[in-house]
């Protein structure tokens, strides 16, 4: 079994990101702040960032006994393309057998082994997060409705598994309609049909849709189903527009996962199932706006102090939260006027929340006295749901800062960042910091002959949100005055929330490349809700990691500045395309993922605006294990890579 776990792969079990300790270390926390013209930028994100398109359909299989003690499962498939292909996942049960048969015949069917044109034992995940699986390719079967039978040992080990299967042209379409995802509120999808053409483009379909519906399983491991409208009513759109809506209450805190289930008649008049899963934490609300006013404080002469009045329960002592406001004023005709986005990582002590302003803000904006925050919102910092937000709030700062009435040239650094920390408290010298990812083995143990004056990160098979992932290896590089970043995966991910929220020795390296990273789901990847549904039924892997889902990441870019960004140098991968056969990088995610990818990370969605594009290569995968080598062993890549980092 290869020992090089993937970085983001099984993100399987249901439940909640563990809890990170509640006096967790920011006392070094960026003092953030930028432009008006950044406000766009760094508005929350929408809910059409959770767009899932599925070309497959992952169908639950649950062997049941007969009055003989047998056991057994039967539903149906569509064959709907020339070549089928499909995975049946069980958690390793020796013992299954399978039979399909066809369309509109009588009798027993046949062993799918023996319909089948490849047959092959593979995993879904690799290392400790994997479930075996068994691989089927089937050519040329009859096109339509095939009955599908599983049978199993009245003594199997499992009874419940999935049978994913690829489809054709159709494309499931499902979004959340909102991300008001707290305790009380309820969740909204939508969902439609579209068509995938030859080059994989998505276009609008005369599909017809037979039913629509969806199983929601809460964080307690209870099941519900909901109902899918397409009347107008249901946040849907028109009336019989082909888009269907339907909800749930999320009624407790935790991980929830949704699987939408829609089928139909598809434009080519073939019968099509696809399914699309959904991974939603749901955190309690433990903060509110007080109802005394804002006050206000001049610090060091330079930076104005905006003191927000909050009230927080038990369960928020300590904590911290990532922050975010506008900063208006009034010109002298009373006209508004921006002056910054002020925010980062932030506690809440004795009863308020400082936001902090440096003086030069305002004098580039000729603001004066009297201010408004607007669009301030408060998130959790793992999944960075909003738990209270204001609109506006106005106050008068009862004085300002020196620096507000002088002449400024230019934006600064500590205009975006704050002061600098005195180097009198760092380590000595500087080094390359080689970071992993999820759930992740040591990708980088067999090739650190390749870097030079290079230390490994090593936090090994473990799920950690992007923030408490960054200030680990904040902690790990603190023995170092200065560090750069090269890193797989999440770690990528990590590595540009540490430069943006969290003083480190990146902000201390010199050199070209300060973060590089290869393989990073800076997007998310729809393998995160896909398998955090199969954990339900295994149990196995880390754990679920919300930050990797769709909806996830886009909230998380939503805090990302564009100097962050511009710290970044990123690469993507996919396997070497052989046009006389099929490729892929893992034959059983390829059922799940858009073309092309690495196995866990789709080319598309592995990109960061705003940073530089290092490049796409084929011929190598996520991680070891996989058809084509690992992207980490890539020693020319690595030899550049090595050569660029700052340290």
């Not at 060091?300 to 909050?310: E, K, N, Q, Y």
Request: hydrophobic share 40%; glycine share 10%.
């Amino acid at each position: 079994m290869n020992t090089n776990r993937l970085s983001l792969f099984l993100i399987s079990a249901a439940i909640a990101i563990p809890a990170i300790a509640t006096a967790a270390d920011i006392s070094n926390a960026k003092l953030l702040s930028g432009p008006p013209s950044e406000f766009a930028a760094m508005a929350p994100a929408k809910a059409a960032s959770t767009l899932q398109t599925s070309k497959s359909a992952m169908i639950p299989v649950d062997l049941v006994a007969d009055r003989f003690g047998n056991l057994s499962w039967h539903g149906t498939i569509s064959v709907e393309t020339d070549n089928l292909r499909m995975a049946l996942i069980n958690g390793g049960a020796s013992d299954w057998s399978m039979e399909l048969q066809a369309p509109a015949s009588f009798g027993r069917g046949s062993a799918a082994r023996s319909l089948a044109t490849r047959v092959e034992q593979t995993s879904y995940g690799l290392g400790g997060a994997s479930q075996p699986a068994e691989y089927y390719s089937f050519d040329n079967l009859q096109r339509g409705l095939w009955t599908v039978s599983i049978g199993a040992a009245s003594r199997s080990a499992h009874t419940q598994g999935f049978l994913l299967v690829e489809g054709g042209s159709a494309r499931l379409l499902t979004a959340q309609t909102d991300l008001n995802q707290t305790v009380g509120q309820r969740i909204g999808f939508t969902a439609k049909v579209a068509q995938a053409d030859q080059f994989g483009a998505i276009e609008d379909s005369v599909a017809r849709v037979a039913s629509v519906s969806m199983s929601i399983t809460a964080p307690d491991g209870s099941v519900s189903a909901a109902p899918f409208y397409d009347d107008g009513l249901h946040n849907d759109g028109r009336a019989r527009d082909g888009v269907y809506g339907g909800s749930f209450v999320a009624s407790q805190a935790g991980n929830y996962t949704s699987q939408i289930s829609m089928s139909g008649m598809s434009a080519d008049g073939v019968s099509f199932l696809r399914t699309a899963e959904h991974l939603i934490p749901v955190v309690a609300v433990d903060v509110s706006f007080a109802r005394a006013g804002v006050s206000t404080a001049v610090i060091d002469g330079s930076r104005l102090a905006i003191r927000v009045p909050m009230t927080a329960s038990r369960a928020a002592a300590g904590r911290h939260y990532r922050v975010h406001a506008e900063v208006w004023s009034s010109g002298r005709g009373g006209e508004a006027l921006p002056v910054a986005w002020v925010g980062g990582m932030k506690q809440i002590n004795n009863g308020q929340l400082e936001l902090s302003l440096d003086g030069r803000w305002l004098s580039m904006a000729g603001a004066g006295a009297n201010l408004e925050l607007r669009g301030l919102r408060i998130e959790d910092p793992d999944h960075f749901i909003t738990i209270a937000k204001s609109e506006r709030m106005a106050f008068t700062a009862a004085r300002l800062p020196a620096a507000a009435k002088r002449a400024v040239a230019a934006i600064s650094d500590d205009m975006r960042m704050g002061p600098r920390p005195d180097l009198a408290n760092r380590g000595s010298g500087s080094r390359l910091l080689l970071v992993h990812g999820y759930c992740s083995g040591n990708v980088w143990g067999s090739v650190t002959g390749q870097f030079s004056g290079e230390s490994v990160f090593q936090d090994l098979d473990q799920n950690r949100s992007h923030d408490e992932f960054a200030r680990r290896v904040r902690d790990f590089g603190a023995t170092w005055n200065s560090f750069g970043i090269v890193a797989h995966s999440q770690g990528g991910a990590a590595a540009t929330h540490l430069y943006t929220y969290y003083w480190s020795g990146l902000d201390y390296a010199s050199g070209s490349r300060l973060i590089q990273s290869v393989g990073t789901p800076y997007q998310g990847t729809s393998l995160a809700g896909n398998l955090a549904v199969l954990g339900q039924i295994f149990g196995a892997g880390c754990g679920s990691n919300s930050n990797l889902t769709y909806s996830g990441a886009s909230s998380w870019l939503a805090g990302i500045p564009s100097w962050a960004r511009a710290k970044v140098n990123y690469s993507t991968t996919s396997f070497r395309d052989r046009w006389w056969a099929y490729d892929y990088c893992h034959i059983a995610t390829d059922l799940l993922l858009s073309d092309p990818d690495d196995g866990t990370t789709e080319r598309a969605r592995g990109q960061l605006s705003g940073a530089t594009n290092r490049g796409h290569k084929t011929g190598w995968c996520h991680t070891g294990g996989m058809r084509d080598p690992a992207q980490t062993s890539d020693s020319s890549r690595n030899s550049n890579m090595n050569s660029n980092a700052a340290r």
